[in-house]
């Protein structure tokens, strides 16, 4: 499927959010927790952990320029992103490594690596747009794999920053599945909302026109 198609440009908008929000999260993080050890103290040992996972996200985004990566590469992005689900898996940062690491399982072919990895971000208590990206991402990856059902049931409509892709992918579900009609109702939505929100999206517009055929 041609879903991966923004992949990069997602990169390239990780990359944009650390350089404007990663010394506020760790501030964030810092003053979040609380403990058993005195404030002075556990917050220091916070900030420390914070700006240590901030110096793997960082290595990681490094590490995943655009387009397609070497081996050298993947081995690279692989390991930073083990070492933030490890250590740091409860941060943002964590999650982040996850869907970086989905994306590169995804390139590399293995889809089933990358439906772990996106279960993985999933499963931990972080920010609801992050778990939005990750649930649209991983029906985009079950669709690959032939699983439109399973796919098409994680596309619950919400009114977020992520709900016109979710449209399109189910379009594009139900286009596999043959269910033409149900496809152009979906995209015909998608579009709709891409004209009210500003979106420019002509491979949208595209699918929309072959199924009028």
Known sequence: MAEMKTEEEQ???LKRWWRENGKSLIVTIAIAVGGVLSWNSYQDYQVSQAETAGVY?????????????????IAEVRHNSDTLKEEFGATTYAQFAGLMMARVEVQTGNLPAAVAELQWVLEQ???????SLATLRLAKVLGAQGQYDQALALLVD??????????????????????LDAARQAYTEASVLAVSTGANNPLLSLKLDNLAQ
Request: hydrophobic share 40%.
């Open 11 to 13: 990169v390239e908008a």
């Open 57 to 73: 996200f960082q290595r990681l985004l490094s590490s995943a320029p655009m387009g397609q990566l070497s081996e050298a590469e």
């Open 125 to 131: 208590d972080g920010d609801a747009e992050v778990h």
């Open 158 to 179: 919400s009114d977020d920053a992520w709900q016109l892709g979710r449209l399109e992918v189910r379009g594009d579900l139900l286009v596999a599945q043959g269910r």
